[in-house]
């Protein structure tokens, strides 16, 4: 079993700078990903971007990518999500997951983080 945390939410003026974090237990990542995910109220989920644990391949969605940036901590069994040049329209909750494999929908990945919320103001 896994377990996710994700921290470092807030509120932010467009343009500004916000750095996620998702910190796993009970087990290690190993050769699993993990992705980040937003949702607005209303809204489907929608893929933000993916790390590969073992060889950190990143994949982004177009609406971030040049923005944001996924990272990794092994000590701290951590991975971030860096957003930089933040918009209003990155309003939303941010979830974390992690799954067997590089995927950008929901249903392929096995456990999910609680959300942290992002507020961009313009």
């Known amino acids: 079993q896994v377990q996710l945390v994700e921290t470092g939410g807030g509120l932010v003026r467009a343009g500004g700078s916000l750095r996620l974090s998702c910190a796993a237990s009970?087990?290690?990542?190993?050769?699993?990903?993990t992705g980040w995910f937003r949702q607005a109220p209303g809204k489907e989920r929608e893929f933000v971007g993916v790390?590969?644990?073992?060889?950190?391949?990143?994949v982004y969605a177009d609406s971030v990518r040049g923005r944001f940036t996924i990272s990794r901590d092994n000590a701290k069994n951590t991975v971030y999500l860096q957003m930089n040049s933040l918009k209003p329209e990155d309003t939303t909750v941010y979830y974390c997951?992690?799954?067997?494999?590089?995927?950008?929908?929901?249903?392929?990945?096995?456990?999910w983080g609680q959300g942290t919320q992002v507020t961009v103001s313009s």
């Open positions: 790390m590969r644990w073992t060889d950190r391949i990143t």
């Open positions: 997951a992690v799954g067997p494999s590089l995927a950008t929908t929901e249903p392929l990945y096995d456990y």
């Open positions: 009970g087990r290690t990542f190993g050769n699993y990903v």
